[in-house]
């Protein structure tokens, strides 16, 4: 069981930066392909990007590509999500969650977070 705990998240003008953390309960964590996801009212639970167990391997949606960086620590047992350029339709739920195999699809993901809020004003 892997448990993961996010921060960072809050209210922030458009044109700002947030800078999200996840840090998990176990030192397997480095087994782990993590991701980012968010969820915004109304819709579904969307991949934002992922990175490979050894971070060597990174993939962005469309929409937050330059401007959105992930990158994590192993050995803090911690992944994170630079969000620079915030716009109001980043505003959603963010999870991070980790997966054995590194993908893009949430099914495959075993472990999640609570989730914490990014809100963006306009």
């Known amino acids: 069981q892997v448990q993961l705990v996010e921060s960072g998240g809050g209210l922030v003008q458009a044109g700002g930066s947030l800078r999200l953390s996840c840090a998990a309960s176990?030192?397997?964590?480095?087994?782990?392909?993590m991701g980012w996801f968010r969820q915004a009212p109304g819709k579904e639970r969307d991949i934002v990007a992922r990175?490979?167990?050894?971070?060597?391997?990174?993939y962005y949606t469309d929409s937050v590509k330059g401007r959105f960086t992930i990158s994590r620590d192993n050995a803090k047992n911690t992944v994170y999500l630079q969000m620079n350029s915030l716009q109001p339709e980043d505003t959603a739920v963010y999870y991070c969650?980790?997966?054995?195999?590194?993908?893009?699809?949430?099914?495959?993901?075993?472990?999640w977070g609570q989730g914490t809020q990014v809100t963006v004003s306009s």
């Open positions: 969650a980790a997966a054995p195999t590194t993908t893009e699809f949430p099914a495959l993901y075993s472990y």
């Open positions: 176990r030192r397997t964590f480095s087994s782990y392909a």
């Open positions: 990175i490979s167990w050894n971070g060597a391997n990174t």
